[in-house]
């Protein structure tokens, strides 16, 4: 308890000083808060089949639990064991193939997801994925929103499977009351919550696992635990899967309760490529993802984005009246310009891809591909919300639809001036590269969290 205590007032003052004002400028590394929350990627978990990392993300004042980004790597036939955790996530599918199997409505569903999809797996819900594509690697960029969470650590899994490593939460309990629960013998106990040491993230034995699961979660449900049976006797290899037993027993007791079957209506995924983009011109697209077109992202408060600019455009300096956005440079280069309110520049960073960004709400800010090539980037944002960006520059922009002589005195300038110089700008939103110039130098690298170049 006294433990629990004590890593809660540590967050709370690492929250209280990563908050905007007081803090120390520290001169070259920028603001005090990084020292606190804007730390490298943490390597959560690592096995032989995979890797997950963390990037710690920001409140602004007031907000303790802040949404973090993830990356999760999975090698080919390999299986994020069953766990649920204290956060929201929501996945993106960067590149490979997926199925998530998960309890839903006390039922167990499987999805299949592919590169470009959106899908949520709500706090405290059980899941597992697959990687089931052949041969592939599968990459997986999600928000860990830990508005729900418990507060200690960046999130925090609660394995359902598992045995030594990593240990399930059954464990936890008393044997006794566990062998009454699943009314088995203890060595059978034994057996299932001592067996797999492999990790949270396993190759799965067989190349047919997936398809046989596939196929048995297709059947009704007393087939399927029949034919689960028959798959676990032939399968006596030592690596079986020790949480299958487990989840047919689970499986198993739910389906003695409740007999009868159902329908379940299974929750949809969201694909962010097959649409068309909200904004296009000739210098990009942009495409934002909210409750509207997924309504699971009401539940969670977030939404989701893709731009794509080419070589040398813009996105507009605009501002985010409503919602924090995180960004993820899928390909490409380019930089990012955040705005303080006094009119200074917060962070004017390169960036590749792999890297980071964040955008507090209210501050003004930019996104520019270099010259090199088209930059294409992924994020979030916590609103699931219609995001009103409010653009400052180019056509549709607040100075444009302001354009009067109250703006023009506000820049002591006359209203004719004023309106020749708003008016220059024809494109909006997206806008072409500027006539060459160099840019300034770099500021100290605040809100920018770097270094996921291999992960991506
Ligand atoms: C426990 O298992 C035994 C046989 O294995 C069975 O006869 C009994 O009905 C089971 N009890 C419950 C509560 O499921
Ligand atoms: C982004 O735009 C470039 C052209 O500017 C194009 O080659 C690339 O395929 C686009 N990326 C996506 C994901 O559509
Ligand atoms: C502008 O605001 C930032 C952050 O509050 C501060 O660090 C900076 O010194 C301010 N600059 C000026 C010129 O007031």
Sequence with gaps: MARILLLLAFYFLAATANEYEGEGEGGGKGRGGEMFLLQDSKQVLKTKAGEMRVMRGFGGRGVVNPMHIGFISMEPKSLFIPQYIDSDLILFIRR???????????????????????????????????????????????????????????FQSFFIGGGSHPKSVLAGFDPRTLKSAFNVSSSELDEILTRQQKGPIIYITGADEPSKWASIMQLKQKERLEQVKSMEDEDEEESTWTWRKLLKSVVGKEKNM???????????????????????????????????????????GIGVYLVNLTAGSMMAPHVNPTAIEYGIVLSGSGSIQVVFPNGTSAMN??????????????????????????????????????????????????????????????????????????????ESVILPSAPKKKMTTEEPVAPLIRSFGSLI
């Design 96 to 154: 490979g193939e997926a199925k998530i199997g998960w309890i839903y409505k006390d039922e167990l569903v499987e999805k299949k997801l592919k590169i470009g999809d959106v899908y949520r797996i709500p706090a405290g819900y059980t899941f597992y994925m697959v990687n089931i594509a052949k041969g592939q690697r599968l990459q997986i960029v999600c928000s860990i929103d830990t508005s729900e969470s418990l507060g200690l650590g960046a």
């Design 258 to 300: 409740k007999g009868g079957k159902r329908t379940v209506q299974l929750p949809d995924s969201y694909n962010i490529y097959d649409r068309k983009p909200n904004y296009k011109n000739n210098y990009g697209w942009s495409i934002a993802v909210d409750e509207n077109d997924y309504y699971p992202l009401s539940h969670s």
């Design 349 to 426: 960073a390169e960036v590749k891809e792999g890297d980071v960004f964040w955008v507090p709400r209210y501050f003004p800010f930019c996104q520019i591909a270099s010259r090199t090539g088209p930059m294409e980037f992924f994020g979030f944002t916590t609103s699931a919300r219609k995001n009103r960006p409010q653009f400052l520059a180019g056509e549709s922009s607040v100075l444009q639809s302001m354009s009067g002589p109250e703006l023009a005195t506000a820049f002591g300038v006359s209203e004719e001036r004023f309106r020749h110089f708003v008016e220059a700008q024809r």
